[in-house]
């Protein structure tokens, strides 16, 4: 079992950054795969960001290349979703999720563990 939990939402102007961490904690936090995922109201929860157990690794969604950054400290058993440059469709509540599985993957029912998420809200 892992437990997961968000922090670092906020409301931020069009063009502003925030910083997402997801701290981790029970089984052994660097075997897991872990992403970032958003919902906003009325649509379906959408992949933003991933990355491996090693950090070796990491994609993105086409809407949030260039401006989000994910990374991990596997000794501090967190992850962080560094984002910039932000737009009022970025606002969502923001998830982050632990997948046991050996490949990555930005499919949500491929996740084991999910965190309780956390608002972000873009102003224009």
């Known amino acids: 079992q892992v437990q997961l939990v968000e922090s670092g939402g906020g409301l931020v102007q069009a063009g502003g950054s925030l910083r997402l961490s997801c701290s981790a904690s029970?089984?052994?936090?660097?075997?897991?795969?872990i992403g970032w995922f958003r919902q906003a109201p009325g649509k379906e929860r959408e992949f933003v960001a991933l990355?491996?157990?090693?950090?070796?690794?990491?994609r993105y969604a086409d809407s949030v290349k260039g401006r989000f950054t994910i990374s991990r400290d596997n000794a501090k058993n967190t992850v962080y979703l560094q984002m910039n440059s932000l737009k009022p469709e970025d606002t969502a509540v923001y998830y982050c999720?632990?997948?046991?599985?050996?490949?990555?993957?930005?499919?949500?029912?491929?996740?084991?563990?999910w965190g309780q998420g956390t608002q972000v809200t873009v102003s224009s």
């Open positions: 999720a632990a997948s046991r599985g050996l490949a990555v993957t930005t499919t949500p029912s491929r996740y084991d563990y």
């Open positions: 029970g089984r052994t936090f660097s075997n897991y795969i």
């Open positions: 990355i491996s157990w090693s950090g070796g690794a990491t």
